[in-house]
T-cell receptor
Framework: QKEVEQNSGPLSVPEGAIASLNCTYSDRGSQSFFWYRQYSGKSPELIMFIYSNGDKEDGRFTAQLNKASQYVSLLIRDSQPSDSATYLCAVNGLTGGGNKLTFGTGTQLKVEL | DTEVTQTPKHLVMGMTNKKSLKCEQHMGHRAMYWYKQKAKKPPELMFVYSYEKLSINESVPSRFSPECPNSSLLNLHLHALQPEDSALYLC??????????FGQGTRLTVV
């Protein structure tokens, strides 16, 4: 079982729709959870982080965490063509003093006009 | 300021060369990371330094040698690399368990 799993996609949504990206993780002791956006040829850019169960909203982005189900998701409202990118879920485990940041395989999102 | 600076941006090296990648941050972060990323793959953790001490080595071959001279700097020394080591090398920093910020990366080509 991979430590962090995501559906690789591509996930295609029309402009203006809600994009829903999902991630599961295996380390039940994981403490912190992150979503990164990566455009082709560029480095990952942090867009959301969440540490507690529930929802966290920032502009058009909402991160959701359910530690009991070991599940974290990202919702993007009013999707724009500029949101087309690969979205990487990352999880910080207990190894290395809480600094082992492990990435999922990423989900490619395509927002179509 | 959430900037992590990596140099050089691009590097071409022969299999017998020795080169170094450099990373710098001034956010006061105490954890610094090296990742390797191949095309269409996620970043793969190589090394983690925590409070200037190596805390994680993900079984990386010895031709990659990390160094943390101080809390702001992280180097990756390269020697006798193979063509399959060609990749984007990413540096990141964070506070303990907190948000990690990435540099722009060094695109390495081994010929």
């Amino acid at each position: 079982q991979k430590e962090v799993e995501q559906n690789s996609g591509p996930l295609s949504v029309p402009e203006g729709a809600i994009a829903s990206l999902n991630c599961t993780y295996s380390d039940r002791g994981s403490q912190s959870f992150f979503w990164y956006r990566q455009y082709s040829g560029k480095s990952p850019e942090l867009i959301m982080f969440i540490y507690s169960n529930g929802d966290k909203e920032d502009g058009r982005f909402t991160a959701q965490l359910n530690k009991a189900s070991q599940y974290v998701s990202l919702l993007i409202r009013d999707s724009q063509p500029s949101d087309s990118a690969t979205y990487l879920c990352a999880v910080n485990g207990l190894t290395g003093g809480g600094n082992k940041l492990t990435f999922g395989t990423g989900t490619q999102l395509k927002v179509e006009l | 300021d959430t900037e992590v600076t990596q140099t050089p941006k691009h590097l071409v090296m022969g299999m017998t060369n020795k080169k170094s990648l450099k990373c710098e941050q001034h956010m006061g972060h105490r954890a610094m990371y090296w990742y390797k990323q191949k095309a269409k793959k996620p970043p793969e953790l190589m090394f983690v330094y925590s409070y200037e001490k190596l805390s994680i080595n993900e079984s990386v071959p010895s031709r990659f040698s990390p160094e943390c001279p101080n809390s702001s700097l992280l180097n990756l020394h390269l020697h006798a690399l193979q063509p399959e080591d060609s990749a984007l090398y990413l540096c990141a920093s964070s506070q303990d368990g907190g948000e990690a910020f990435f540099g722009q990366g060094t695109r390495l080509t081994v010929v």
